[in-house]
């Protein structure tokens, strides 16, 4: 019987060694970073906080990096079923509960290493071009939610990926509806009260500083609101995988 932490290290070896994944993550912190970087450079002189709460110029460039974190999660089980080899993978682990969970946790420890730095990154790049005030009530918390938010959607997207099955549907359907189709619910009346309570929008409010009246739930409810989503994802991803005919 294969035990958890070989697999875990097998899993690590299959990131490591395939382009596309190790590629990902820097691509997010990139993304993050870099346009984070150029719209403050941009704007910073004329408004040092791009839409109404302060911390819209620090996570600016997330709004385009967190794509990137959607397809780290694709990628880590995606791959496998488009070429098959899921079916080795849960030959050579006959535990697939093992299998699915050394996977979350290489999810999730790279999406904590990504949100760490991405999050520091941006921090760091507002306080080099505008300057930051890191008195500003809520602005710790607003980091920690930033971090966190990382690895939550990269498990999120790998439990969708494991229900779906499929690399091209998840990575075709699912990141621009993730993302793209919440925006849009958000914007229509009498619809952008469930929009809000969908998982990235959450997870973006979260890392906001001040409050919302239109939102009727706090900062720390809105990260709890996203783990929820992540959990339920987490766990249709195992249910799916356990029911998978290799």
């Known amino acids: 019987m294969t035990s958890a932490l070989a697999v875990l290290r097998s899993e690590r070896v299959k990131f490591t ?8 993550p820097l691509v997010a912190v990139a993304l993050t970073v870099g346009i984070t970087v150029l719209v403050n450079i941009a ?11 302060p911390a819209g110029g620090i996570y600016y460039g997330l709004l385009f990096g967190h794509v990137a974190v959607a397809c780290i999660g694709v990628l880590l089980l995606g ?39 991405s999050t520091a990154g941006s921090f760091l790049a507002v306080a080099t071009t505008v ?15 930033g ?6 959607l990269v498990m999120l997207c790998l439990g969708l990926t494991a229900m779906m099955r499929n690399f091209s549907a998840a990575l075709g359907v699912l990141t621009p509806m993730l ?9 229509i009346p009498g619809v952008s009260e469930v929009g809000r309570f969908l998982p990235d929008r959450a997870g973006l ?11 009727h739930y706090g900062h720390w409810t809105a990260l709890l609101i996203m783990a929820l989503w992540t959990a339920a994802a987490a766990y249709g991803g195992l249910r799916s995988i356990r029911r998978y005919a290799a």
């Open 17 to 24: 060694t395939l382009r596309s994944q190790w590629i990902t």
């Open 43 to 53: 704007y910073g002189t004329v408004d040092h906080t791009p839409g109404e709460d």
């Open 79 to 117: 791959q496998e079923f488009n070429t098959r080899m899921i079916g080795v993978s849960l030959t050579a682990v006959p535990r697939r509960g093992r299998l699915y969970g050394a996977k979350l946790a290489v999810g999730a420890g790279l999406g904590l290493l990504v949100g760490l730095v």
């Open 131 to 145: 300057g930051l005030d890191l008195s500003t009530p809520g602005l710790g918390r607003s980091f920690l939610a």
């Open 147 to 152: 971090v966190l938010y990382h690895p939550l």
């Open 179 to 187: 993302f793209l189709g919440t925006t849009f619910l958000a914007a």
């Open 205 to 215: 409010y979260a890392m906001q500083t001040q409050m919302d009246p239109a939102v």
